[in-house]
């Protein structure tokens, strides 16, 4: 059923559909409009048979989950930003533990300073966490990623991350095809634990591993995200029969074939680059899209296989491996070893700069003249950030970096450009 | 019919006896059936106060709730000492997930359950004072604060044993740990610091709290089978001694957790719903010395020139819990 | 695509007005977009939001650069931010007042837009009205409907049903429609003119 509803109350209904039987919530913008409306269905008793608990912080939620995981129920949270790293200790437990769990992350920056809006810092910083992060390019998918990360983490005994941009798309209204209860439980069958909490057949989980065991296990747990790099094409097929439409692939490709200049990038950005690819195809430049869906496990198979034929990659990406450049950059320099072409790395967007159609043309343009430098800050005010510098070089108390920067910019502008 | 009045305890150690009663009124400990729940072959040290507490208190949790039972457990010495994979000790269902988490955890398995309709499956959390009173601090509180349906038992042997004799905020006032040494104007941990968990939990209103020690085994057991017959947030709090942090011998931890409430140290009380509704009243009231003599960790208090001041503010503590909680019975 | 912005201050509806404007183009058929401009701005403080409707998939996720239409809930902002910012010669704007362009100081600057695209509306005085509560943002939608064409006053009236119920709905509903047909007659009088 097509609906206008806001991106997160779309992923609410989403989660109510899985029939979740724990959820646990602790407020943190822009995640906190999924939790709300999910907190509304069971108080209403349009969700049954579901227990909503307020937690105390996002360790207690990550734990909360744990402990309901490990007893069999269906269980989900959402965080963002500080709250995924407040709970970062918990969030490679649940993965180390296996442990289903499915949690949605309103990708928001990480302070200081404290910035609540959209890049992808939160999410990339748990990377090596275990669990599988799955990115939305649009309200559609992010919803439909959700109903496709329960299937995902019960089949494999692995939690899932689904990655959407916070505010771009969490508080976007925007058409989306809301599924049938049918359709859910068609592709979603009930919650079949590989170990579970039960008097009547005791079992300890957690216990210590030590040297002679440890790297098995870790060499295992690495041997399940292998597995979800099959698994996910395959299910995203079954969905696609299902629900009639295309969502969580590995990678969504965008006029890539015999494309000399191919953009690689992740979430909500990948709409306004297929604009720009399609008004610089009608100019003939030759460029194409990737969009990475499964960050977690990497696909870097088909990324090598969609590139090798081009004469450039350019990586777009809404983080910044701090002392080295890009963090998705370095992982899709991962897929492309061997291969001769060049890769350029450009920030952008973080802590909620608005990627602009403009900034997007004039970047791969020069892209296009390989005139660009190895790793590229999108419309960074140099300006500003050189009188920083200087003001370190001149005075010894020169104040906060984030303080003298905001004076140095003055005030916003209506577009908030 | 004539009665006689029989003393259930051995002249001199007050231990309690079960032999003479029948073996329906014996202790869940001195049952034939009881459940073992933490079994033997584990590797905890002689003289483990902490194996001892968990053990009397899942046994008797099992027994309560017909071994419908699941424990979630903070990292600590309990922890590691029970369970070394491939092997446990646990005979029940057993999950350690963090160091500061386990009242968390243990509100997910309760949530889990209650979804799942199995309101017969009850469920405890248990960790160390470090795991408790420090780390754990702020998932207990939740716990607590939302009512959830949970047992949580803290095991206080006063101070981070699993790490190495660190201090914790349960450990006491000039106990010498590795991180509070010996030396300075005021040796070993400060005065006026720590917290005493109970009486927060009191504050939180919740349905029951309770303290007891290892060498009351009758009165630890009937705690354990007051709170499985509550429902919502309830917490035990067992005083275990260490010989290993406290320099004590391994013969004496059933002494030391004896002679810390005959002080009056430790009160041993329950309370039910922010309301102190019972307490162990000393029978055979000792000055604190006794206590402390036995202790490695107090040695500096007690050499050729003993640290009269720190140990007349030890006994000052020591009334002070007489006085609040009522501690002087009959006998003493 | 046909883009709008709308400004105001936090409390007066700016997210919902350009939600419930987006909800009226998707009852109409359409594709539309809403956002925030994504502030942690309180009540009194400058927001604004953005609606994109068009007949295809929206895509484009960068804030309105070059609106079509502005909505201006406070007149106030006038003198804080450039609200014109992007608008071009054959831009809509809407501004909650009960003045007009020329008592605005604004005749001048409008001169060189198109008359019958330019209107003022009391809005704030319909919410008043009607809702009981100084919300100007549906009284505006019902105005925009009517200069623009763009969406049916059902359409809007539809799309406040969504968001709210029973006497708020109703009273919203009654703004919407009193504000159309102030607008209406302005626009036909400025077609006249």
Redesign the interface.
């Known amino acids: 059923m097509?609906k206008?509803i806001?991106g997160s109350h779309a992923v609410a209904e989403a989660v109510s559909l899985c029939r979740p039987?724990?959820i646990?919530a602790y407020p943190i913008?822009?995640q906190t409009h999924i939790v709300e409306a999910l907190g509304e269905m069971v108080k209403s008793g349009e969700l049954d048979?579901?227990?909503f608990?307020?937690?105390?912080?996002e360790?207690?939620a990550m734990?909360?989950?744990?402990?309901?995981?490990?007893?069999?129920?269906r269980?989900y949270t959402a965080t963002a930003s500080q709250g995924l790293l407040f709970m970062a200790?918990?969030v490679y437990?649940a993965a180390g533990?296996g442990l289903p769990i499915v949690m949605t992350d309103a990708n928001r920056a990480i302070g200081a300073p404290i910035n609540?809006?959209?890049d992808h810092s939160d999410a990339l910083s748990m990377r090596d966490s275990g669990w599988i992060q799955l990115f939305a390019e649009?309200n559609q998918e992010a919803l439909d990623l959700h109903i496709l990360a329960f299937r995902l983490a019960e089949e494999l005994s692995l939690p899932v991350m689904v990655c959407m941009?916070g505010?771009?798309l969490t508080?976007?209204?925007?058409?989306v095809d809301m599924p049938t209860q049918q359709q859910v439980d068609r592709f979603l069958p009930p919650y079949e634990p590989r170990q579970v909490?039960?008097?009547r057949?005791?079992?300890?989980?957690?216990?210590?591993?030590?040297p002679e065991?440890f790297s098995e296990v870790r060499y295992l747990a690495h041997a399940k995200q292998l597995q979800a790099l099959e698994r996910i094409p395959v299910l995203a097929g079954e969905f696609s029969t299902i629900f009639g439409r295309e969502s969580g692939r590995l990678v969504h490709r965008y006029r890539t074939e015999d494309a000399e200049t191919v953009v690689i990038a992740m979430g909500?950005?990948?709409?306004?680059i297929?604009?720009v690819v399609d008004e610089m195809r009608a100019s003939g430049v030759s460029i194409g899209a990737l969009g990475i869906c499964s960050y977690r496990p990497a696909p870097l198979a088909v990324i090598r296989e969609t590139v090798k034929g081009a004469r450039r990659v350019v990586v777009l990406e809404k983080s910044l491996a701090v002392g080295l450049g890009g963090i998705l950059a370095t992982d899709v320099r991962m897929a492309l070893s061997g291969l001769h072409l060049h890769g350029y790395t450009v920030i952008a967007g973080l802590g909620?700069r608005?990627?602009?159609?403009?900034s997007l043309h004039a970047l791969f343009e020069r892209a296009g003249r390989d005139e660009l430098e190895h790793v590229t800050f999108l419309d960074l005010n140099w300006d500003v950030v050189n009188r920083v510098l200087e003001r370190e070089r001149t005075t010894r108390r020169s104040g906060s970096i984030a303080e003298n920067v905001l004076r140095d910019v003055g005030?916003p502008?209506?577009?908030?450009? | 019919m004539e009665t006689q009045i029989i003393k259930f305890y051995q002249t001199g150690s007050f231990a309690v006896g079960n032999r003479l009663l029948d073996e329906s009124q014996r202790s869940v400990q001195a049952n034939m059936r009881r459940s073992n729940s933490l079994n033997s072959g584990h590797r905890a040290c002689q003289g483990c106060g902490e194996a001892l507490g968990a053990r009397y208190a899942i046994d008797a949790a099992m027994q309560a709730t017909s071994n419908q039972l699941i424990a979630v457990n903070a990292t600590g010495c309990l922890e590691v000492f029970s369970t070394p994979y491939p092997e446990t000790s646990w005979q029940l269902p057993w999950i350690h997930s963090l160091f500061g988490n386990a009242a968390a955890v243990a509100t997910g398995v309760a949530a889990a359950m209650r979804v799942k309709g199995r309101q017969d499956v009850r469920v405890i959390a248990q960790g160390g004072d470090g795991g408790t009173t420090d780390i754990g601090f702020g998932c207990l509180s939740g716990m607590f604060e939302r009512n959830d349906d949970v047992l949580y038992i803290c095991y206080d042997n006063e101070g981070y044993m699993n790490t190495g004799v660190q201090r914790s905020s349960a450990t006491p006032p000039a106990a010498r740990t590795s991180t509070t040494a010996a030396i300075g104007e005021e040796p070993g941990n400060g005065f006026g610091q720590g917290k005493f968990v109970p009486a927060i939990a009191m504050a939180h209103e919740i349905p029951y709290v309770a303290t007891a020690s290892v060498a009351y085994l009758r009165d630890l057991e009937a705690k354990v089978h007051r709170a499985m017959s509550l429902r919502g947030a309830r917490y035990l709090h067992i005083f275990v001694p260490c010989p290993l942090g406290w320099g004590a011998a391994s013969e004496d931890t059933i002494r030391l957790a004896r002679l810390v409430v005959e002080t009056g140290l430790f009160p041993l009380f329950e309370a039910e719903h922010g309301e102190v509704t019972g307490r162990y009243q000393i029978r055979h009231r000792v000055p604190v010395e006794e206590y402390l003599r036995l202790q490695k960790r107090y040695s500096h208090l007690l050499g050729k020139r003993p640290a009269v001041a720190t140990i007349a503010r030890i006994q000052a503590m020591a009334e002070r819990n007489i006085r609040r909680y009522g501690l002087l019975g009959e006998e003493a | 695509m046909f883009q709008v912005r709308i400004h105001g201050r936090g409390g007066q509806g700016v997210v919902t007005g350009a939600e419930m404007l987006s909800i009226a183009a998707f009852l109409g058929g359409r594709h539309a977009q809403a956002v925030p401009s994504f502030g942690s701005e309180r009540t009194g403080a400058p927001v604004v939001a953005f609606c994109r409707i068009d007949d295809h998939e929206i895509r484009l996720r960068e804030p309105v650069m070059a609106p079509d239409a502005l909505l201006i809930q406070d007149p106030t902002l006038l003198h804080q931010i450039d609200v014109f910012q992007g608008l071009g010669p054959d831009g809509y704007v809407l501004i909650n007042t009960n003045r007009s362009f020329e008592d605005l100081g604004l005749g001048e600057f409008m001169a060189g837009f198109r008359r019958e695209r330019l209107c003022t509306v009391p809005a704030t005085e319909l919410a008043l009205k009607y809702v009981g509560r100084p919300v100007p943002n549906v009284p505006l939608l019902g105005a925009f409907a009517a200069i623009s064409g763009l969406i049916s006053l059902d359409a809007v009236i539809a799309a406040i049903r969504e968001k709210f119920s029973g006497k708020v709905a109703e009273g919203n509903a009654l703004a919407a429609g009193a504000a159309y047909n102030t607008a209406l007659e302005a626009k036909k009088e400025a077609t006249h003119a």
Request: aromatic share 6%; with cysteine.
């Open positions: 097509l206008q806001e039987e724990v646990c913008s822009p048979r579901c227990e608990i307020n937690v105390e912080s360790f207690a734990s909360v989950a744990i402990g309901a995981s490990a007893a069999g129920a269980t200790e918990a437990n533990l609540i809006w959209n649009t941009d505010f771009i508080h976007a209204y925007e058409r909490l039960d008097p057949e005791p079992v300890s989980i957690g216990a210590m591993v030590g065991a909500s950005v990948m709409g306004t297929k604009d909620g608005p990627i602009l159609k403009s005030v502008t209506a577009s908030g450009v």
